[in-house]
């Protein structure tokens, strides 16, 4: 099995011993995002729909990065910290996955890397 690493600067670096993405026998695994602005390294401010905002931008920057898009996304893991928070990080999602959305699931934990309130992985396939 080969094995290719993606980084993009156009979404956050990883703050720890992971990649922003790897790439395998035809599979993408986008790791998960938090809403950090890549830019400045700040966290996106304005409340959860604009932090799934950002993370969805995170995504998306990660999956151009390797020829892919949200059409090709067959599976999304998503993290609240607050399940009261669903609906708004849904509307948000929906807006990336309109038609044929993938497979996911949404669980509640009680913290988050850099104490965010929502954080998303996905799986494509290439």
Do not use: H
């Not at 996106?44 to 059409?71: D, R, S, Y």
């Amino acid at each position: 099995m080969s094995k290719t690493i993606i980084n993009t600067p156009q979404a956050p670096a990883p703050i720890g011993p992971y990649s922003q993405a790897v790439k395998a026998n035809g599979m993408l695994f986008v790791s998960g995002q938090i809403p950090i602005i890549p830019a400045t390294g700040a966290l996106a401010e304005g409340g959860i729909k604009a932090e799934t905002t950002q993370v969805m931008k995170n995504l998306q920057a990660i999956l151009a990065e390797a020829g892919a898009g949200f059409g090709q996304v067959v599976k999304t893991s998503i993290f609240v910290a607050d399940m009261n928070d669903f609906a708004a990080v849904n509307e948000v999602y929906g807006q990336y996955f309109s038609e044929n959305p993938p497979a996911r699931e949404t669980v509640a934990v009680r913290t988050l890397p850099k104490n965010v309130n929502v954080e998303i992985s996905c799986i494509a396939v290439l």
